[in-house]
T-cell receptor, first 110, second 116 residues
C-alpha cells in the first residue's frame, strides 16, 4: 500500500530542545516536501526536495532544517524550537501529478 | 498575497443537499489544479486533478470544473453525506518544468459541515 509515514503523530516539547520529525515514503518518489498548517492560513511549504541531496526552501523555512540522504526519508529538524512553531505538520511525496500526504504531526512547543 | 483564494471560508449544509465550493487563482501559467479533502487532524487526500486543457472531472459524488480563461474552479458535492464533513483544499501547480512540484500554491480551504 502506498504510504507516507510520519512520526511522531503528537509531540509536546519545551523551547530550545532539538527535535526531529521523521517522514518516510514507500513509493520511490523523487519529490518530498514539508508543510505546516495553521488555522486560517492553510498549508504553507517549509522545505522541499526534488531528489537525494537536493533540497530547497519553501515559503516559511526559518527555524527548520531538512536532509535527504536517501530517497525514502525526509526528516524535518527543529534545532531550537520556539512556541511559534506550534503547529500541525505534514510531509508529502509526489511523482508526476499525484501527491500523497502523511497523517500529520501535531507539535506543541511550550 | 495568496495566489489561490477559496470561498466560502466555511459552510453548513443539510445531509442530502448539494453544494458548490469556489476556487479563484492567479497562478499563471499553470500546470494543473487539484482538489483535496482533508478530514480533521488527517492528511489531505486527492479528489480530482485537472490540467489546463480539461474543464471537468468527476470522482463519485464530487465534480470539479475548471475555466482556465477566468482562472476559476469549482467543486460540486452532490447528495452530501455526513462523511463529507471536512476541509476542501484547492491546489494549483505552476507550469515550471524544473520545480513545479516544489512551488504548489495552496488555498486556505473551505470547511464543510454536513448536518443530519
Amino acid at each position: 500500500e502506498a504510504q507516507v509515514t510520519q512520526n511522531p503523530r503528537y509531540l509536546i516539547t519545551v523551547t530550545g530542545k532539538k527535535l526531529t520529525v521523521t517522514c518516510s515514503q514507500n513509493m520511490n518518489h523523487e519529490y518530498m516536501s514539508w508543510y505546516r498548517q495553521d488555522p486560517g492560513l492553510g498549508l504553507r511549504q517549509i522545505y522541499y526536495s526534488m531528489n537525494v541531496e537536493v533540497t530547497d526552501k519553501g515559503d516559511v523555512p526559518e527555524g527548520y532544517k531538512v536532509s535527504r540522504k536517501e530517497k525514502r526519508n525526509f526528516p524535518l529538524i527543529l534545532e531550537s524550537p520556539s512556541p511559534n512553531q506550534t503547529s500541525l505538520y505534514f510531509c508529502a511525496s509526489s511523482q508526476n501529478t499525484e501527491a500523497f500526504f502523511g497523517q500529520g504531526t501535531r507539535l506543541t512547543v511550550v | 498575497k495568496n495566489q489561490v483564494e477559496q470561498s466560502p471560508q466555511s459552510l453548513i449544509i443539510l445531509e442530502g443537499k448539494n453544494c458548490t465550493l469556489q476556487c479563484n487563482y492567479t497562478v499563471s501559467p499553470f500546470s494543473n489544479l487539484r482538489w483535496y479533502k482533508q478530514d480533521t487532524g488527517r492528511g489531505p487526500v486527492s479528489l480530482t486533478i485537472m490540467t489546463f486543457s480539461e474543464n471537468t472531472k468527476s470522482n463519485r459524488r464530487y465534480t470539479a470544473t475548471l475555466d482556465a480563461d477566468t482562472k476559476q474552479s469549482s467543486l460540486h458535492i452532490t447528495a452530501s453525506q455526513l462523511s463529507d464533513s471536512a476541509s476542501y483544499i484547492c491546489v494549483v501547480s505552476p507550469l515550471r518544468a524544473t520545480d513545479s512540484w516544489g512551488k504548489f500554491q495552496f488555498g486556505a480551504g473551505t470547511q464543510v459541515v454536513v448536518t443530519p
